[in-house]
């Protein structure tokens, strides 16, 4: 495969196809179904209309081959200086390591200059590769990101309650149990 420069551009709702075909093919997820579709063009369109998102496309012959989401944010609930924040970089497995992901990157530096932000941060999907990449580049571990649906973290959490709130009673009555020994002994 000969290399060419990337060109990088804005995502458009017309790209939907192609991006949830980079999705399945990165993921291995397989959501390439017309609800999907119309739920990732209304999706890319929201994006366009929003000063502070993008979703850069690189494109090679002839086609959408790697992708990252970009937004402008705070770092944290009490800190009003504005943060970049990068997700879901994916690049099509035949076009790793020629530039695309650098490409992308250097793209988002640029927006982050015009918007004055200073620092950025990075979300993987926990792919080594991915992780690999952005570590080669410098950027550092500072927490980790986890999910689960509604559903399921209700559950667990009800499941956690019953489990500690039996332990927490039986605490208590130990703790009580020895303050009474102590008390006796003092006497």
């Known amino acids: 495969m000969s ?11 017309e790209d939907a196809a192609e991006l949830l075909d980079l999705w399945s093919s990165s993921v291995r997820s397989g959501v390439a179904t017309m609800r999907a579709q119309e739920d990732a063009e209304r999706a890319l369109a929201g994006l366009a209309a929003d000063p ?3 979703l850069l496309v690189a494109e090679a012959d002839g086609g959408i081959v790697a992708a990252m989401k970009l937004s402008r944010g705070q770092i944290s609930p009490l800190v ?6 990068t997700s879901f970089l994916l690049v099509r497995p035949k076009y790793r390591r020629h ?5 992308l990157l250097d793209a988002a530096l640029s927006w982050a200059e015009e918007k004055d932000i200073n620092d950025v941060t990075v979300i993987t999907d926990g792919n080594r590769e991915t992780n690999r990449f952005f570590a080669r580049l ?34 208590e009555v130990l703790a009580q149990r020895r303050s009474m020994r102590r008390r006796q002994t003092s006497v």
Not at 3 to 13: F, L, S, T, W
């Open 3 to 13: 290399r060419q420069a990337p060109q990088i551009r804005d995502a458009v709702p």
């Open 52 to 54: 502070d998102q993008r």
């Open 80 to 85: 009003l200086e504005s943060v970049m924040h």
């Open 99 to 103: 530039g695309y992901g650098h490409a």
């Open 138 to 171: 410098g950027l550092a571990t500072v927490g980790t990101l986890r999910h689960s649906s509604v559903v399921g973290l209700r559950k667990k959490l009800a499941s956690e309650r019953r489990h500690h709130g039996g332990n927490r009673h039986l605490v």
